[in-house]
């Protein structure tokens, strides 16, 4: 039941994580009691200590608690919460747990579930796009039947084309195909993917983009038909199509650039009927023409950037506007406000194939300074599940211009300090010093291109060979000083001349 | 002076340090100040630089560094252990 003075009393976080913890904070700004669900695996994580409440929904499996739809609904009726957060991962883009949620009274935030249905099958999403004069990639609008056919519609379009996954995502059910010789192989392997990623085996060509950046636009609509973009976010820094860095605005997007594809995305939106944030990505070519990839129906993991730039709290956004609230800000208000750069703090160790770290985290200091957010899962003591996403932590740094976000964030994670499991941070003083970062002419293939074929060792710099300097010197001096320094209960002091504070 | 030979991913360098804030590594002298903030983190400002260092100690003279995101396992000893341990 919705108390009146209130937006809502009571919201169910089903997410875990770093974006469990955003939306316990924005609850608490505006004054809502936050529920958090955990797993076994996830009884000590932050998120359950921060909520206002937490609750058991199972074991440590997804599919027993995180996605179990039926019993998160139950357990939102039970502790009498009037709205359920789904996060992004997990049920987030599910519309039969949506359609679930809608049907009991509780309210969802996010977009409907038809908006998501919608949106959810690709060659559904692209023949819709195409209807609203939203440009797509020249390709078929509905899925390929068969090899033959895919052969006849592959030579029309003219290779290099992609064959994805009609109700696909993150790279999954996709492949790059360059000539008719490869198209047969190619097609059977990305059916066979698609059907073991989304149970479904459809698949649709479309046109290979060469040297594509992908540029997104954050949207936000009210229920009251009102619509709103809040610019575009560059994430062309990518591994195997997950991203890695993102920044808005994109210093690859003119102004002219920019009021076409936020337009685009507007229509996107109207054409959905949507409500609530949404993002529509866009893959972009040399040229600076765009053609639409797909809608995010639901908060993105790199929501930070945007509301560095534009100071709009998407979180309490989402909220606002679930709760019935129109929109209370116009178009020409918003204005890009300097530059912001993120960068996702993975456990995962990049030398043995990216393969998760997993364990308890032993030390946590955390950057600080102007201008430096950290959106965390994570504290001192924290397990790291095998179970789940690995990302620990995003690292969010603005800047007046892009060189001042680049040099605050290269600072922040220079000393932020996570131990007990292997982290990717390294791994970002190697790109953010690359000079197509700099410049900004990288493209999505950037990171597999230039990155990969360095793993392992090759990609360590002169400024690690340094780093094994300091380390062997700070050895010395430790076991020089084991001698000589005097430890008592609660301080530390020295007998010889290197300084001694205790400021923790 | 002090002389340590410190082990890192089978690689050897040579510290030396002194009382006046210098350190030689590997035949090279720089200059090196060290702060405690508690038992496991450290500044060191090495040459102009300053570096934020976690350190674990795992056995006596065996340590693990957390330096910049990179993680470094090193093993210090004496000049006496060291020529100990390459005779043995």
Redesign the interface.
Known sequence: MLNSNKLFNKILITNRGEIAVRIIKACRELGIVSAAIYSEADKNSLHVRTADEAHLIGKPPANESYLNKQKIIELAKKINADAIHPGYGFLSENSDFIEMVEKSGLVFIGPSSKSVKMMGQKTAARRLMKYHNVPIVPGTIKPVKSIEDGKIIASEIGYPIMIKASAGGGGKGMRKVFSEDEFESSFQRAQNEALKAFENPEVYIEKLIQQPKHIEVQILADKHGNYRHLFERECSVQRRHQKVIEEAPSIFVDESTRNKITAAAINAAKACEYFNAGTIEFLMDKNKNFYFLEMNTRLQVEHPVTELITGIDIVKQQIKIAAGYKIDFAQDELKINGHAIECRIYAEDVDNNFVPSTGKI??H?LPSGPGIRVDRGIDLMSEVPIYYDPMLAKVSAWGQIRNEALERIKTA???????GV?????V??WVLNQEVFLDGSFDINFLDEQFLPLVPDKWKDQ??IQ????????????????TEFV?TKNT?S?N????????? | MSEFFVTINNKKHSVKISENGFVEINGKQISAELTVLNKNAFLLKYGNKVFEITSNQIENAHFGLLIEGWYFDTIVRTRLQETANELL
């Open positions: 032993t030390h200091r994670l220079s000393v932020y300090q996570i131990g292997i982290t990717n941070i390294p970002f003083n400024a690690s780093l094994e300097e300091v380390a062997a010197v700070l050895s010395a001096l430790l076991k020089k000083s084991s430890t530390i020295c010889n001349k290197w300084r001694c504070s205790d400021d923790e």
